[in-house]
């Protein structure tokens, strides 16, 4: 009986009675070279030039027996490795500078990205090769510009694990593992993703500082570097629309903008501390404000209270002088060089107090 081949890795098969005295050298390649290269082997697939068609050989050595395809090459665009339609598990390494899809000879296969690493294998019922196990380094059945991929859960914000087209079912998908989806640019490098538009029904808070209430609702489009500014179903105003004013940005009114948003920027007019009819010692709260002395009222500068730059005003609203008490260091009336431990305020007359620093201060105004 003569000998026949294996259907899938193509190994002699030796017939009964037959190859007597020289089966040993058909034994040791069958184990020793074929076995061993389906279990083991590489085969060197340049895809430079053209398509590959991995050989087939009966009882030698050959490429579609190898368990890893190592492919190489400086193609500068997507390439097929056409392989037996027969069960077969592959180590894909992909080294050259494009796409290579490792298909059948009238099958769409399964493609493998430039620099990336999967295990293929021939799905006998799917009748096609597909990805084995949780790469992720393979775009599945789509192109990996396909813009309907899907990545992200549109409710959770999780990448997608399974389900999206062109991401195989039970695949795990990296950032680093996807590198361009049409309008969508992913830098494995830094973890970021550019030039993304986001279609209607996107929902969610727009976190706004210093406790704002931001916006709850957003839709149409929300895009940046320069883009249009989003619409917004529900919106408030402590927010800055993208290329909009700051403030309000149906106005571009500048106002409300303290921290509690009941003051405009800067003074319009000197806020007023109350009228004092008793003995008062100026405070820290009182720095640019004024100080009203009613009948009966004095005022005294403390010592080491204010700091440099500080100014406090005082008006004599009686009818006679008041005194103004200097218990700090060093008091001078502008113009003089000499320390003042009193000094009268006129009648309806308006004294301002300059704090040089702590221990020294100037007084100005109708004073002596």
């Known amino acids: 009986m ?6 899938l890795l193509r190994i002699e098969l030796i017939g009964t009675g037959d190859q007597s005295g020289t089966w040993g050298a058909t034994t040791n390649t ?12 590489t085969a060197d697939i340049d895809v430079t030039s053209a398509n590959q068609t991995l050989t087939t050989q009966d009882g030698a050595s050959d490429e579609a027996r190898c ?22 598990m592959y180590i894909v390494i992909n080294g050259s500078d494009d796409d290579v899809v490792i298909k059948g000879s009238d099958t769409t296969g399964v493609t493998v990205a430039s620099g990336a690493t999967s295990t293929i294998a021939w799905d006998i019922n799917a009748t096609d090769f597909v990805q084995v196990g949780g790469g992720g380094d393979v775009s599945g059945p789509a192109s990996s510009t396909d813009s309907n991929i899907a990545l992200f859960d549109g409710t959770t ?12 079912s039970g695949a795990i998908v990296g950032i680093s593992d996807v590198q361009t989806l049409t309008n969508k640019t992913i830098d494995a490098s830094s973890n970021t993703v550019t030039n993304v538009s986001l279609s209607t ?7 706004v500082a210093n406790g704002g209430t931001g916006v709850t609702s957003i839709t149409g489009l929300v895009k940046g570097n320069g883009g249009s500014a989003f619409s917004a179903a529900s919106a408030g105003t402590d927010y800055v629309a993208p290329g909009g004013a700051l403030g309000t940005p149906s106005s571009g009114t500048l106002s409300g903008c303290t921290v509690d948003g009941s003051n405009a920027v800067g003074y319009r007019n000197v806020p007023a501390v109350g009228t004092k009819t008793t003995s008062y010692v100026l405070a820290t709260g009182d720095v640019g404000k004024y100080v009203q002395v009613g009948s009966g009222g004095s005022i005294t500068i403390p010592d080491a209270t204010f700091s440099e730059g500080d100014v406090v005003s005082i008006f004599n609203n009686t009818t006679g002088d008041i005194t103004i008490t200097c218990s700090i260091t060093t008091a001078y009336i502008a113009g003089t060089d000499s320390d003042k431990a009193s000094v009268a305020l006129a009648t309806r007359g308006v004294a301002t107090v300059l704090f040089i620093s702590g221990t020294v201060c100037v007084i100005s105004g109708n004073v002596q």
Do not use: W
């Open 2 to 7: 003569a000998s026949s081949y294996s259907s």
């Open 30 to 41: 069958n184990l020793g070279t074929l076995v061993e290269t389906a279990v083991a082997g």
């Open 67 to 88: 368990m890893i395809l190592n492919i190489s090459g400086t193609p500068g665009t997507s390439r097929n490795v056409v392989a037996p339609k027969s069960s077969k």
């Open 157 to 168: 914000g999780k990448l997608l694990k399974d389900g999206g087209k062109g991401i195989p």
């Open 201 to 207: 029904g996107v929902t969610g808070t727009l976190p």
